[in-house]
């Protein structure tokens, strides 16, 4: 049987044994919205749980747009045009709108990727930054919440008189789904904010993964978070995974983005009849901009309510990494030291490390399963560096890896993994 797994921007075929299968999950493609601009514009005119935008700012006002980075396929232009045109519309003068972009812990855009983002249009009629994460002089201190972390909040964008918040929801395998609250937390939050959300014991809670938002408590976190800021508005969309615009939801940070996941849930939760020895998962551009963010796809069978992996299978994971490892310390982390001495740290917070909650999912991964990656050959060596099984083929992997189990594996494919929360029947 040929199947087609998505390889960078292009896709790579691969002969699997029909009998072998027991199942191709991929999402479902949702109906394309039609007049973006409009449909944008209606949402921002009747959102939900609060008053219209326009009623929300002043012709005085300044406020703070946060939009996601290049390692999110998230339409940015086409989500800020209709947004900009009610704020000028409004008499918001361009200096009094300020454009953030929430790295998180990512890496700065260059003005060229601004540019490639937004527009130049945009870029040299308004106020354009990167989060700096790392600089305390940009952070103000918000006190702590419930769950003890320490609130490090980007000055400009608590300054503001309203924070509009755009982005995308999908699958999240920490805080259920992407989208929502986590423009603020991590997105234009401190390190040590983003670490003590993301520390071992949030991330090792049995709510804590895909599709999960209830009891969950890195999302539950970032929700209280909201509670420490003025008014807030978001403008969400949901992709299929062919990236076409499905839905879009405005309005009320928690109620407009529980409308979103709800309709998402229709298109990326699969039932699986049962657990699988081989997993091989796909990781479409952009999400494989670095191993980093392929961890979405490794993660994608076992961070869920109950894996879809028995004890001990395989996953493979394909993807180009174009920017490497990560940002990072997670290469240095995995090359010098044993993998089971570091889980230890972790889970006693000894670990100093920016990359703590990478290597724990990858951790908690590679202590329970074989992680094999497929990627660029220009690569080889830093993987292995990490003890990594490593291909420059897809099919050579998978053939590999079969012969391990004598021709007596089950095996899951999904194509598009970082866009898929799979469940046992």
Request: aromatic residues 6%; hydrophobic residues 40%; contains cysteine.
């Amino acid at each position: 049987m040929i199947v087609e797994i998505p390889y960078g921007k292009e896709k790579e075929k691969i002969q699997l044994p029909q009998e072998r299968i027991i199942d191709i999950l991929e999402p479902l493609a949702g109906e394309e919205v039609e007049n973006l601009n409009e449909v944008i514009k209606e949402s921002l005119q009747e959102p939900v749980g609060c008053p219209p935008l326009k009623e929300l700012i002043k012709i005085d006002s300044k406020i703070v747009i946060i939009i996601d980075d290049i390692t999110r396929p998230t339409p940015t232009r086409k989500i800020l045009l209709p947004v900009l045109e009610v704020l000028e519309e409004k008499g918001v003068l361009p200096g009094n709108i300020r454009i953030i972009i929430a790295l998180g812990k990512h890496r700065k855009m260059t003005r060229k990727e601004q540019e490639d983002l937004l527009g130049r249009d945009i870029c040299e009629r308004y106020i354009v930054e990167n989060h700096e994460a790392r600089n305390p002089d940009s952070l103000i201190d918000l006190g702590r919440t419930s769950f003890g972390t320490p609130v490090k909040l980007n000055k400009q964008v608590y300054q503001a008189d309203l924070r509009i918040l755009t982005g995308l929801i999908k699958p999240h395998n920490l805080a259920g789904y992407s989208g929502g609250g986590k423009s603020i937390l991590p997105g234009v939050c401190g390190l040590e904010t983003v670490n003590s959300n993301h520390g071992f014991r949030s991330t090792a809670h049995p709510r804590s993964g895909l599709g999960m938002i209830k009891g969950n408590p890195i999302r539950e976190d970032i929700e209280e978070v909201l509670g420490l800021i003025g008014p807030s508005f978001i403008v969400n969309v949901v992709l299929d995974y062919r990236e076409r615009i499905c839905q879009v939801v405005a309005g009320d940070v928690i109620e407009a983005h529980r409308v979103g996941v709800r309709f998402l849930d229709r298109l990326v939760k699969r039932k699986v009849s049962m657990p699988a020895d081989i997993c091989i998962c796909g990781t479409p551009h952009p999400v494989d901009l670095s191993f980093y963010q392929m961890l979405n796809s490794v993660g994608a069978p076992y961070r869920l309510a109950k894996p879809i992996i028995n004890p001990g299978g395989t996953i493979i994971v394909a993807g180009k990494a174009v920017e490497g490892i990560s940002d990072g310390d997670f290469y240095e982390k995995l090359k010098n030291n044993d993998r089971r001495d570091l889980w230890n740290k972790l889970e006693q917070e000894t670990l100093e490390s920016e990359d703590r909650q990478a290597l724990q999912v990858f951790l908690q991964g590679a202590l329970n399963y074989k992680i094999v990656v497929v990627s660029e050959s220009e690569h080889e060596q830093l993987f292995r560096d990490m003890g990594i099984d490593f291909f420059s083929d897809l099919q050579l992997a998978v053939e590999q890896v079969m012969k391990d189990y004598r021709n007596k594996e089950n095996i899951i494919v999904m194509p598009y993994a970082p866009y898929l929360i799979p469940h046992l029947k």
